[in-house]
């Protein structure tokens, strides 16, 4: 039986009234979506409260602190390697803070740019590639369709 992976993506912004979110792009060795740009993303640990990782996911992968201020979706989606629970959460950073992948502190993904934006198309290309977190930030700005969700990627050469 498969692992099942809960996580969340943060859809990290700069203030409330901004349009300018921030995306960042996976490792070249990455073996789920390498290459690809999406949201910063971090698993769950045991008992831990989605929007408590919301937090820990910036300062782990951003290092800076931002408040959750909006749940966008979840998505379940079957994988070669696992099965992933994954929900996004809007954040906004804390006043006179930065993001900087450069400041990552994890042992886990760390991403090798960034580039805040207010074009939600440029996550297109990753959800059609079977990114859950590109799938539901676009669902949630009118863009994509949950009809056009992929549900498994199990039986991939390129997703684990």
């Not at 996580?7 to 789920?32: C, G, Q, Y």
């Not at 300062?59 to 800076?64: I, P, T």
């Not at 201020?69 to 379940?76: E, H, S, V």
Request: charged content about 30%; glycine content about 6%; hydrophobic content about 40%.
């Amino acid at each position: 039986m498969k692992d099942t992976k809960y996580t969340v993506a943060i859809a990290l912004k700069k203030a409330n009234a901004s349009d300018e979110f921030l995306v960042v792009r996976r490792p070249h060795d990455d073996k789920d979506l390498a290459d690809s740009w999406g949201l910063p993303a971090i698993t769950l640990l045991p008992g831990e409260l989605p929007e408590d990782g919301a937090i820990r996911a910036c300062r782990e992968k951003l290092g800076c602190t931002a408040k959750p201020t909006r749940f966008l979706g979840i998505m379940y989606q079957k994988r070669n390697a696992y099965d992933i629970f994954l929900m996004d959460i809007e954040m906004v950073l804390a006043d006179g803070e930065t993001a900087d992948v450069a400041k990552a502190d994890t042992k886990n993904t760390a991403y090798t740019a960034q580039q805040w934006t207010s074009d939600p198309t440029v996550l297109m290309d990753s959800a059609r590639h079977g990114s859950c977190c590109a799938s539901i930030f676009l669902t949630d700005r009118g863009l994509l369709d949950r009809s056009e969700w992929i549900q498994s990627l199990e039986g991939s050469d390129t997703v684990g």
